[in-house]
């Protein structure tokens, strides 16, 4: 029998969880609405060469993006095989691959509305500013991880050392006392 009280192990859905699927039947019911307004002024084929042009468009830019991203990595690859130091994040510009292969794939999806949000990640500074939010935003999410979730793990992962490398392991701090440590017992031991 349920009371509707929630009990303790019950989890609360997130607003993403609850709403991204309204949001996604409002995008699909605003693209065409907009596509039939744009058919009704311009034409049926005008809107089909749109389409059309915004598929082929959206394909060259993830294979430029995918050629790009084997690139970087084939010349990251080959910088350590010779022992030459890789380029740390700072001197290193963004290369943004994930933020245009993502610009190419809405440009793919037919609608005017991502077309017109593809077209805006194609250019440098969307991607930059996007780019920079979005990694501020998974910065604060690791640093507000509870111990023992992904976050937590992915800031264990992420110690670098001072000539760039990434040193895998988990910090353990002395002067923090740990639960299971053993300390020796300053009392002698009883005798019978």
Not at 21 to 36: F, S
Request: cysteine-free; charged content about 20%; glycine content about 12%.
């Amino acid at each position: 029998m349920t009371t509707g009280v929630t009990t303790p192990t019950a989890r609360r859905r997130s607003r993403a969880r609850t709403f991204l699927p309204l949001g996604i039947a409002a995008w699909l019911v605003l693209e065409i609405w907009l596509l039939t307004v744009v058919a009704g002024v311009a034409g049926g084929f005008t809107v089909l060469v749109l389409l059309v042009a915004g598929g082929v468009l959206g394909a060259v830019v993830i294979k430029r993006a995918g050629r790009r991203a084997f690139r970087n990595l084939s010349e990251t690859l080959q910088r350590q095989q010779s022992g030459v130091a890789p380029a740390t994040g700072d001197d290193r510009p963004s290369s943004g691959n994930g933020l245009l292969m993502l610009g190419g794939v809405l440009l793919m999806l037919p609608g005017l509305i991502s077309d017109a949000a593809g077209l805006l990640l194609l250019l440098p500074p969307v991607r930059a500013a996007l780019g920079r939010y979005a990694e501020k935003s998974l910065e604060r999410r690791v640093r507000q991880a509870a111990p023992g979730s992904l976050g937590d793990a992915f800031q264990q992962v992420r110690i670098h050392r001072p000539d760039g490398k990434i040193v895998q392991g988990e910090v353990i701090r002395e002067d923090a006392p740990t639960a299971h440590r053993h300390e020796p017992d300053p009392r002698p031991p009883l005798t019978s």
